[in-house]
């Protein structure tokens, strides 16, 4: 199975702070078809997890701009330009480029 | 709008069989794949397996044996079936379309 690893576990920001999280993978993901399945969600506490991020890059609908994602093949990048308290919770980023799709440990996002 | 929801017992015996219902709305399970993840208390989600738009599906080897992942379109109804249940399938229970929607999840709590 894939492992993806989460870099830090947890970060600790102000508002307006920007950040970033690493998540490596120990197998590369792009796919055969071309496209590289990495995903990044946020699960706000008590919520169930919410899509940001889809393909490394793809910002989701209704998702705001200050989120954005970057990387390829096994490093991948996950940047808040300025936090906002909305943005408190886990990230998590998910591959679904081989099966079992699989999730990292996840990244708590508090305020300092 | 799509919706999807999760519905089932919340307390299971030990051994059992758990049987859980994604009731969707908004799109069709023709056109959209609906997987399930499950998420123990305080960590990570784990991808359980897939129901692909065509009707295939997929399954997370680690639970492949005791795991079972069906539909019913006319009733816009994906279910799951797992058995053998012990106390580590403790959680809660999601199902999502391709990551972009996710249900409220449901608790599962497997005791005697």
């Known amino acids: 199975d894939v492992v993806l690893t989460q870099t830090p576990p947890t970060l600790s920001a102000t508002i307006g702070q920007s950040v970033s999280i690493s998540c490596r993978s120990s197998q590369s993901l792009l796919d055969s078809d071309g496209d590289t399945y990495l995903n990044w969600l946020l699960q706000r506490p008590g919520q169930s997890p919410q899509l940001l991020i889809y393909?490394?890059?793809n910002l989701e609908s209704g998702v705001p701009n200050r989120f954005s994602g970057s990387g390829s093949e096994t490093d991948f990048t996950l940047k808040i330009s300025g936090v906002e308290a909305e943005d408190l919770g886990v990230y998590y980023c998910?591959?679904?480029?081989?099966?079992?799709?699989?999730f990292g440990a996840g990244t708590k996002l508090e305020l300092k | 709008q799509v919706q999807l929801k999760e519905s089932g017992p919340g307390l299971v015996q030990p051994s059992e069989t758990l049987s859980l219902t994604c009731t969707v709305s908004g799109f069709s399970l023709t056109s959209y794949s609906v997987s399930w993840v499950r998420q123990p208390s305080g960590k990570g989600p784990e991808w359980m397996g897939r129901?692909?738009?065509?009707?295939?599906?997929a399954y997370n080897s680690a639970l492949k044996s005791r795991l079972s992942i069906s539909r019913d379109t006319s009733k816009n109804q994906v279910f799951l079936k797992m058995n053998s249940l012990q106390t580590d399938d403790t959680g809660t229970y999601y199902c999502?379309?391709?990551?972009?929607?996710w249900g409220q999840g449901v608790m599962v709590t497997v005791s005697s």
């Open positions: 393909s490394v890059s």
């Open positions: 998910m591959q679904a480029t081989h099966a079992p799709y699989t």
């Open positions: 129901m692909w738009y065509d009707g295939d599906t």
């Open positions: 999502t379309a391709e990551a972009s929607y």
